[in-house]
């Protein structure tokens, strides 16, 4: 009786001490701005955003180059057939924007649905501090981004289209509406470090962009 309590005793000293020698060996993976399947969307020397999709979910990430350390911009289930699209990612600096539209595939079946309203977001990478806005004033139904720029200091400007078109401008004083009208051409949203540039029947017209 006495040999068998010793190795009996032996196996319950040798198992926790082999499953904590286990534990200590199991690592993490380390966190990465390239993982496994990511497809870039956009990048620059400090931020890299790109998709990667496990399983029916599709997210878009933003990724800070220096640290490694990931956001969650935007997400889709192809399987539940909602989400948000995004159409525009600009990267400028260690800031990110982008405009997001949500979808539903079930409202495909709903006779009076007019669509979703888009938004436009920018990012801090280095405080992780967001920005929003909704894509046009008034709260349409339905609204689109459809340009869309970035500069070094965080400031972002876009064309949003929800009946009429309208130019804004998002800096630290906030959101601010700079054109509107039917004659705004779309596409023609450009910028430069300090200044924006766009059209409105046909005609230039430009603002600062600090």
């Not at 800070?64 to 057939?81: P, V």
């Not at 409202?107 to 309203?117: A, C, I, S, V």
Request: hydrophobic share 35%; glycine share 10%.
């Amino acid at each position: 009786m006495r040999r068998a309590c010793a190795t009996a005793c032996a196996l319950l000293v040798l198992l926790p001490a082999g499953g904590a020698q286990a534990r200590r060996h199991h690592h993490k993976p380390k966190p990465t701005c390239t993982p496994k399947g990511a497809k870039t969307v956009e990048a620059g020397a400090r931020v890299r955003v790109f998709t990667l999709t496990k399983g029916d979910s599709t997210n878009l990430y933003a990724c800070r180059l220096s640290n490694k350390k990931r956001f969650l911009l935007a997400s889709a289930d192809e399987a539940g057939g909602t989400g948000d699209s995004v159409s525009l990612v600009r990267v400028a600096g260690r800031f990110v924007a982008w405009d997001s539209q949500p979808f539903d595939d079930s409202e495909r079946y709903n006779p009076d649905f007019q669509g979703f309203p888009s938004g436009v977001h920018a990012l801090d990478t280095s405080t992780g501090k967001r920005r929003t806005a909704p894509a046009t004033s008034g709260n349409p139904s339905a609204s689109t981004v459809t340009a869309l720029v970035l500069n070094p200091s965080g400031s972002f400007a876009w064309i949003g289209s929800g009946g009429a078109l309208e130019v804004h401008r998002y800096d630290a004083t906030g959101d601010t509406i700079l054109d509107s009208g039917t004659g705004i051409d779309p596409a023609s949203l450009a910028a430069s470090a300090a200044q924006l540039y766009w059209l409105n029947a046909g005609a230039p017209r430009t603002a600062s962009f600090g």
